[in-house]
């Protein structure tokens, strides 16, 4: 396979903002360098006010006068100009386009324009029609208002989906999604799940950990947005309807709703649930690795669940709501599946792997050898370098 020049762009990175989609650009582009490929990263500016830095083998350009890891109409077409004058330099084989990044590009050349689509546009917001129908009036204004930009930009992205050559998916779910409004992309889009740099989740010791944070008993863990899509007041009721002093919740991540769920245990008087606030990485390392079971109670439809993957790398099991994609990641080998909004399945399926910890202890062997087998970096990269060949043969 020859050597690509691969330039792919992205309103921030980890140094920007913790997320998905950052995370998952990282360990694509560490891949696809270790492939033999020349890799660059075109991005917001930095927040120490680096122009650009070499790491892994890959080139990250900041590009300076944009805000930092925010869509905005400079971050579009300054990106855009940036790239375009690296093109002519380099002259990149494939132009790759993370979300929305590429939405000002488009105009300027689309010959060679991926995108990778996490989601649709309304899909993993408070605004997907099947969670928004429940909300009443003015929280339906707040979320409208909130996330006004995507439909001041929603023209412009159906036409970044049509002009692209090829649209890479991390889902069935996510696809069938998109494929509902937009039934003439078919031929254009491919599943790529995934994947994580296997090697940075290396196994730890539970139990020195624990004696660490002086954590005992039965341990549930989740990080997430404190909001209400993410159904973090679902696994608290559940905690108080199985009411095991021996089980402690432990909840990392801050939003909207964390004055509500400690106001919740106090007034239901729950003890064995703990707020930890934010966690840096190190930290969180620590609580995936020495739980015995991950929960992620999502509300909304994920396009992916990246999390899971994460937890199942520490060999932390997961039980997971019946939401989005999460069940094309989570099979019973390495968890349960209960329906979304449940409390009382949940609490069911807490309770079964509480009380059988030969089952836990089976779902735990698991786990990793499940990511080796489907979820990692080289994978997922390997899937992306088909997908660019498809273009390059075809202008061939």
Same mark, same amino acid.
């Not at 944009?66 to 905005?72: A, E, F, I």
């Not at 399945?345 to 079964?352: T, V, Y």
């Not at 489907?374 to 061939?396: D, G, H, P």
């Given at each position: &396979?020859?050597?690509?020049?691969?330039?792919?762009?992205?309103?921030?990175?980890?140094?920007?903002?913790?997320? *998905?989609?950052?995370?998952?650009?990282?360990?694509?582009?560490?891949?696809?360098?270790?492939?033999?490929? $020349?890799?660059?990263?075109?991005?917001?500016?930095?927040?120490?006010?680096?122009?650009?830095?070499?790491?892994?083998?890959?080139?990250?350009?900041?590009?300076?006068?944009?805000?930092?890891?925010?869509?905005?109409?400079?971050?579009?077409?300054?990106?855009?100009?940036?790239?375009?004058?690296?093109?002519?330099?380099?002259?990149?084989?494939?132009?790759?386009?993370?979300?929305?990044?590429?939405? @000002?590009?488009?105009?300027?050349?689309?010959?060679?324009?991926?995108?990778?689509?996490?989601?649709?546009?309304?899909?993993?917001?408070?605004?997907?029609?099947?969670?928004?129908?429940?909300?009443?009036?003015?929280?339906?204004?707040? &979320?409208?208002?909130?996330?006004?930009?995507?439909?001041?930009?929603?023209?412009?992205?159906?036409?970044?989906?049509?002009?692209?050559?090829?649209?890479?998916?991390?889902?069935?779910?996510?696809? =069938?999604?998109?494929?509902?409004?937009?039934?003439?992309?078919?031929?254009?889009?491919?599943?790529?799940?995934?994947?994580?740099?296997?090697?940075? @989740?290396?196994?730890?010791?539970? =139990?020195?950990?624990?004696?660490?944070?002086?954590?005992?008993?039965?341990?549930?863990?989740?990080?997430?947005?404190? =909001?209400?899509?993410? *159904?973090?007041?679902?696994?608290?009721?559940?905690?108080?309807?199985?009411?095991?002093?021996?089980?402690?919740?432990?909840?990392?991540?801050?939003?909207?709703?964390?004055?509500?769920?400690?106001?919740?245990?106090?007034?239901?008087?729950?003890?064995?649930?703990?707020? #930890? *606030?934010? #966690?840096?990485?190190?930290?969180?390392?620590?609580?995936?690795?020495?739980?015995?079971?991950?929960?992620?109670?999502?509300?909304?439809?994920?396009?992916?669940?990246?999390?899971?993957?994460?937890? &199942?790398?520490? *060999?932390?099991?997961?039980?997971?709501?019946?939401?989005?994609?999460?069940? $094309?990641?989570?099979?019973?080998?390495?968890?349960?599946?209960?329906?979304?909004?449940?409390?009382?399945?949940?609490?069911?399926?807490?309770?079964?792997?509480?009380?059988?910890?030969?089952?836990?202890?089976?779902?735990?062997?698991?786990?990793?050898?499940?990511?080796?087998?489907?979820?990692?970096?080289?994978? &997922?990269? =390997?899937?992306?370098?088909?997908?660019?060949?498809?273009?390059?043969?075809?202008?061939?």
């Amino acid at each position: &396979m020859n050597r690509l020049k691969i330039c792919i762009l992205i309103r921030a990175l980890p140094v920007h903002i913790q997320g *998905g989609q950052e995370k998952h650009t990282i360990s694509l582009a560490k891949a696809l360098a270790r492939a033999g490929n $020349e890799v660059h990263i075109v991005t917001s500016a930095h927040p120490e006010g680096l122009n650009f830095i070499e790491e892994d083998n890959i080139k990250i350009h900041f590009v300076e006068n944009t805000s930092q890891g925010k869509y905005t109409y400079s971050f579009f077409k300054k990106i855009s100009d940036y790239v375009s004058e690296l093109d002519k330099k380099i002259r990149f084989d494939i132009i790759h386009s993370q979300g929305f990044a590429g939405l @000002y590009y488009q105009f300027i050349d689309k010959s060679r324009l991926v995108i990778t689509i996490h989601g649709t546009l309304f899909s993993e917001t408070p605004l997907n029609p099947s969670y928004f129908s429940q909300l009443s009036f003015f929280e339906k204004l707040e &979320m409208i208002y909130r996330y006004r930009m995507r439909f001041v930009i929603l023209p412009f992205y159906k036409t970044l989906l049509r002009n692209s050559r090829r649209i890479i998916i991390d889902s069935n779910f996510t696809r =069938e999604l998109l494929l509902k409004r937009n039934p003439g992309l078919s031929n254009r889009t491919r599943i790529v799940p995934l994947g994580i740099e296997l090697e940075e @989740y290396q196994a730890l010791d539970k =139990e020195k950990i624990r004696k660490e944070l002086d954590i005992n008993g039965f341990v549930l863990f989740t990080v997430s947005r404190l =909001e209400k899509m993410k *159904g973090i007041d679902i696994a608290i009721d559940a905690i108080r309807k199985l009411n095991i002093p021996d089980i402690h919740y432990y909840i990392a991540g801050k939003g909207r709703l964390e004055a509500e769920s400690k106001e919740m245990c106090r007034k239901d008087n729950i003890k064995n649930v703990h707020f #930890l *606030g934010e #966690l840096f990485e190190e930290e969180l390392k620590k609580y995936f690795a020495m739980a015995d079971v991950f929960i992620y109670p999502e509300v909304s439809e994920p396009a992916f669940g990246l999390v899971s993957i994460e937890s &199942m790398a520490y *060999g932390t099991p997961v039980i997971a709501s019946r939401s989005g994609a999460i069940p $094309e990641v989570i099979n019973e080998e390495v968890g349960l599946i209960f329906e979304k909004g449940n409390s009382d399945e949940l609490a069911e399926k807490i309770k079964l792997i509480y009380g059988d910890r030969n089952y836990l202890e089976r779902l735990r062997t698991n786990t990793r050898s499940y990511v080796e087998a489907n979820f990692t970096a080289e994978k &997922m990269a =390997e899937r992306v370098l088909a997908v660019y060949n498809e273009i390059i043969e075809a202008k061939e």
